[in-house]
């Protein structure tokens, strides 16, 4: 079971859903969120929650793929993942994107909000 949301950066709306585990649960319940989010090594990019997600029945560590939305419990971000990452620990795949483009394009820090769809 999926939900749908939409991560609004300015114009540009990007489809995605968060799926039914734990952290993905209770960032659904804060929503709307917005979040500002900067690059890491060109391969994801992040959002620091003012709150941590629960982990509870997640892996120790996971390998998320480009698309993947993910969780990064160690710091507490919300990532968008346009890049292909290694398996680390403290990692959670939360959910998916359908499109990484709008994401990756941004060079520098951004602010996006995330929402259930309508």
């Known amino acids: 079971m999926t939900t749908p949301i939409q991560i ?7 489809n995605g859903s968060l799926n039914d585990t734990a952290p993905a649960q209770a960032l659904l319940s804060r929503l709307p969120l917005t979040l500002n989010f900067e690059d890491l090594n060109g391969e994801e ?9 629960p982990m509870t ?12 939305i993910g ?10 993942y346009y890049g292909d990452v290694s398996r680390y620990d403290g990692i959670a795949r939360i959910g998916t994107l359908e499109q990484t ?5 941004h060079d520098g820090d951004f602010s ?7």
């Open 57 to 68: 029945g997640m892996p120790a560590s996971d390998d998320p793929f480009p698309g993947d």
């Open 71 to 80: 969780y990064y419990a160690p710091w507490g971000n919300v990532v968008f």
């Open 45 to 53: 990019k992040i959002g620091h929650l003012d709150q941590e997600l």
């Open 112 to 118: 996006a909000t995330i929402q259930r769809a309508n």
């Open 8 to 14: 609004r950066i300015g114009d540009t709306v990007i």
């Open 101 to 105: 483009a709008p994401i990756q394009r």
